[in-house]
T-cell receptor, first 113, second 114 residues
Framework: GNSVTQMEGPVTLSEEAFLTINCTYT??????LFWYVQYPGEGLQLLLK?????DKGSNKGFEATYRKETTSFHLEKGSVQVSDSAVYFC????????????FGTGTRLTVIP | DAGVIQSPRHEVTEMGQEVTLRCKPI?????LFWYRQTMMRGLELLIY????????DSGMPEDRFSAKMPNASFSTLKIQPSEPRDSAVYFC????????????FGEGSRLTVL
């Protein structure tokens, strides 16, 4: 079946530190992969996506590369800011149906000045 | 264009009362989703609609939960009677007709059942 495993949080970093949030997946076929971000008091919003192997999604300084060989989609940012404090969700869609979007459990990131 | 609009943002009610949550999707989006978020279970898909028709309600926890979409611009999620374990944040999301996994979420309705 399809599933997503994210690194457990919470993660606390100092401003300008390097960020990695690990995500691995299990899927049949060729899923699309996503990172969503949830800022305090808000709904989730799409941060970046990748639809095929070796694709790199990027947005707002965040990057993630679709690695089929390691079934991973790790989120990285070179220098985090206080405003990046949020919960980050990895997700996959196998595109067979609208109900097949699987979210990870989320990783809370707190960036301190 | 306005995003997905949900109301109320916060609801506090007593056990046994009826709760109705409302959602207005983004205009032109043909898919509408209801999710529930709790600390214990994370994000759970409750039900989704395509062109106002319920497609999959297998995530609806019990008969106490019901959802409707009478037209393309409005949906409700109703809980009757409510119980303390229904306390959660309920999100509505919408997406375009071409299913791509890109969902646009509302700000959520935080429900507390006492």
């Amino acid at each position: 079946g399809n599933s997503v495993t994210q690194m457990e949080g919470p993660v606390t970093l100092s401003e300008e530190a390097f960020l990695t949030i690990n995500c691995t997946y299990t899927a049949t076929g060729y899923p699309s992969l996503f990172w969503y971000v949830q800022y305090p008091g808000e709904g989730l919003q799409l941060l970046l996506k990748a639809t095929k192997a070796d694709d790199k999604g990027s947005n707002k300084g965040f990057e993630a590369t679709y690695r089929k060989e390691t079934t991973s989609f790790h989120l990285e940012k070179g220098s985090v800011q206080v405003s990046d404090s949020a919960v980050y969700f990895c997700a996959l869609s196998d595109q067979t149906g609208a109900n097949n979007l699987f979210f990870g459990t989320g990783t809370r990131l707190t960036v301190i000045p | 264009d306005a995003g997905v609009i949900q109301s109320p943002r916060h609801e506090v009610t007593e056990m046994g009362q009826e709760v109705t949550l409302r959602c207005k999707p983004i205009s032109g989006h043909d898919y509408l989703f209801w999710y529930r978020q709790t600390m214990m279970r994370g994000l759970e898909l409750l039900i989704y609609f395509n062109n106002n028709v319920p497609i999959d309600d297998s995530g609806m926890p019990e008969d106490r939960f019901s959802a409707k979409m009478p037209n393309a611009s409005f949906s409700t999620l109703k809980i009757q009677p409510s119980e303390p374990r229904d306390s959660a944040v309920y999100f509505c999301a919408s997406s375009l007709i071409q299913w791509s996994g890109e969902l646009f979420f509302g700000e959520g309705s935080r429900l507390t059942v006492l």
